[in-house]
């Protein structure tokens, strides 16, 4: 079993940057992909970025050039690095992790508005 934390949301006005980070944890796990996913009022779930255990990474075409997602695999984290937010992107981020198994965090709301 694997639990997924995520930390780092906010309220940030457009322009700005906001880092978040999901931490697993659990035991007799390892961890293949990480990613983020966000969703939007309204919409469906969406990839933001991924990364392999080995760091080969992901991005959906309308984050590029402004986020970057890294990971520690030493501390089974993983980081969304968001340049230049734009209201669009406000939403609900969530942290993804698969080994043999999917795994979703709680959520964490981040809102870009002036």
């Known amino acids: 079993q694997v639990q997924l934390v995520e930390s780092g ?7 700005g940057s906001l880092t978040l980070s999901c931490a697993a944890s659990g035991s007799g796990f390892s961890i293949n992909a990480m990613g983020w ?5 309204g919409k469906q779930r ?3 970025a991924t990364i392999t255990r080995g760091g080969g990474t992901n ?3 309308s984050v590029k050039g402004r986020f970057a997602i890294a990971r520690d695999n030493a501390k089974n984290t993983v980081y969304l690095q968001m340049n230049s937010l734009k ?3 406000t939403a609900v981020y969530y942290c ?17 508005s002036s």
């Open 87 to 89: 209201p669009e992107d």
């Open 96 to 112: 993804n992790a698969m080994t043999r198994f999917e795994y979703w965090g709680q959520g964490t709301q981040v809102t870009v």
């Open 46 to 48: 969406e990839l933001v």
């Open 9 to 15: 949301g906010g309220l940030v006005q457009p322009g």
């Open 37 to 41: 996913y966000r969703q939007a009022p």
């Open 59 to 61: 991005c959906a075409d």
